[in-house]
T-cell receptor
């Protein structure tokens, strides 16, 4: 089945640093999504990207839909302690059999040291 | 406010007992999903349902069962056949096309002792 390769697996940074993470796929996706999961909670949607080449910002977060439709990145600028959590990328595209499920990366665990 | 509710937040069960996790949504979403999350494993799909009275197995369905008798509800039963049931379980829902992604519940942490 479709798989997403998300990297890095984990990051340990100092408060104020910028963060970058990315996802790549061997398959084309029509939509890329980025979620954040805080400890003990469900993932929450941060940014949705619908068009190849699209660059979208949400506060200190910026995400891009790769021009090949096989990759996406998420940047966080000037990190703060509340950025701690697991960040998941997800791709949406018609899978085998017509099922329209999201495909998730394995997550990037972010730790921010004050 | 519309949302998706999972209950209970924490659940403890003895080994060999079946247990049912509740998931209710009032978003009028057609599709609902169950995921299992273990440390370092990401999200693994257990079952999903795209319409009432229909559901399909995900990647790790063995030892689990579901029902979808109402649009709003998609309960998950963890049976005694599940070899390692202790995990964090997440329920999600979406419009059938899922173009806006999934809305997740806040999860249920199941501990089997």
């Amino acid at each position: 089945g479709q798989q997403l390769n998300q990297s890095p697996q984990s990051m340990f940074i100092q408060e104020g640093e910028d963060v970058s993470m990315n996802c790549t796929s061997s398959s084309i996706f029509n939509t890329w999504l980025w979620y954040k999961q805080e400890p003990g909670e469900g993932p929450v949607l941060l940014i949705a990207l619908y068009k190849a080449g699209e660059l979208t910002s949400n506060g200190r977060l910026t995400a891009q839909f790769g021009i090949t439709r096989k990759d996406s990145f998420l940047n966080i600028s000037a990190s703060i302690p509340s950025d701690v959590g697991i960040y998941f990328c997800a791709g949406h595209g018609r899978a085998q059999g017509g099922s329209e499920k999201l495909v998730f990366g394995k997550g990037t665990k972010l730790t921010v040291n004050p | 406010d519309g949302g998706i509710t999972q209950s209970p937040k924490y659940l403890f069960r003895k080994e060999g007992q079946n247990v049912t996790l509740s998931c209710e949504q009032n978003l009028n979403h057609d599709a609902m999903y169950w995921y299992r999350q273990d440390p370092g494993q990401g999200l693994r799909l257990i079952y999903y349902s795209q319409i009432v009275n229909d559901f399909q197995k995900g990647d790790i369905a063995e030892g689990y069962s579901v029902s979808r008798e109402k649009k709003e509800s998609f309960p998950l039963t963890v049976t005694s056949a599940q070899k390692n049931p202790t995990a964090f379980y997440l329920c999600a829902s979406s419009d059938r096309g899922a173009w806006d992604g999934y809305t997740f519940g806040s999860g249920t942490r199941l501990t089997v002792v």
